[in-house]
């Protein structure tokens, strides 16, 4: 079976301070795995994908996951967090079924 | 063309009221979602197509009936509606590979509020 748990609900960064969003998965084969990031009242853009190749996975907007298969993580970063940043974000593991699974989200505040 | 669009992207409609939802893509892709997103909660899967069936209805009360009539177009009706049925609803479409997809693109969604 295959889930998600992102390990914190809200995080606040100060502008121009890294970013880190934490995300462990688990997962019965080896994983897809994404970062999508939403704003107020809209859709859901991808922000980057792991799906077997390169461990660290470069993504849109400056933003960067490893996976650790060792620690079952995915960590989203960001070296220096825009006011832009602040949003939901999900991490997400595609199961079988055409299904996928998100986690809970977190909010991430970003102090001017 | 990455898109996922959705009309309308917002609709009120009373208890007794009859409205449909509409997500259209052209990226070729095979698999189409509905999601519902209440306020601070993640997305919630609805139903799945694939290849224009219907592959996966997550319990979903009957008073939400979705329709698959192509490959790029997908319906979500709604009948009798209950306030607690409003929410953001989501389409999606993905690829269908083996042994994973790749991942979804989502629409902007609809706001739906009932009164």
């Known amino acids: 079976a295959q889930s998600v748990t992102q390990l914190d609900s809200h995080v606040s960064v100060s502008e121009g301070t890294p970013v880190l969003l934490r995300c462990n998965y688990s997962?019965?084969?080896?994983?897809?795995l994404f970062w999508y990031v939403q704003h107020p009242n809209k859709g859901l853009q991808l922000l980057l994908k792991?799906?077997?190749?390169?461990?660290l996975v470069k993504g849109i907007n400056g933003f960067e996951a490893e996976f650790k298969k060792s620690e079952t993580s995915f960590h989203l970063t960001k070296p220096s967090a825009h006011m832009s940043d602040a949003a939901e974000y999900f991490c997400?593991?595609?199961?079988?079924?055409?299904?996928?699974?998100f986690g809970t989200g977190t909010s991430l505040t970003v102090i001017p | 063309d990455t898109e996922v669009t959705q009309t309308p992207k917002h609709l009120v409609m009373g208890m007794t009221n009859k409205k449909s939802l509409k997500c259209e893509q052209h990226m070729g892709h095979r698999a189409m979602y509905w999601y519902k997103q209440k306020a601070k909660k993640p997305p919630e899967l609805m139903f799945v197509?694939?290849?224009?069936?219907?592959?996966i209805n997550e319990s979903v009360p009957s008073r939400f009936s979705p329709e698959c009539p192509n490959s790029s177009l997908l319906n979500l009706h709604l009948h009798a509606l209950q306030p607690e049925d409003s929410a953001l609803y989501l389409c999606?479409?993905?690829?269908?590979?083996?042994?994973?997809?790749?991942?979804?693109?989502f629409g902007q969604g609809t706001r739906l509020t009932v009164v």
């Open positions: 792991y799906t077997s190749a390169a461990t």
């Open positions: 997962s019965s084969y080896s994983p897809s």
């Open positions: 999606a479409s993905s690829q269908v590979t083996a042994p994973l997809n790749t991942e979804a693109f």
């Open positions: 997400v593991v595609s199961g079988a079924g055409n299904q996928f699974y």
């Open positions: 197509y694939s290849y224009e069936k219907l592959s």
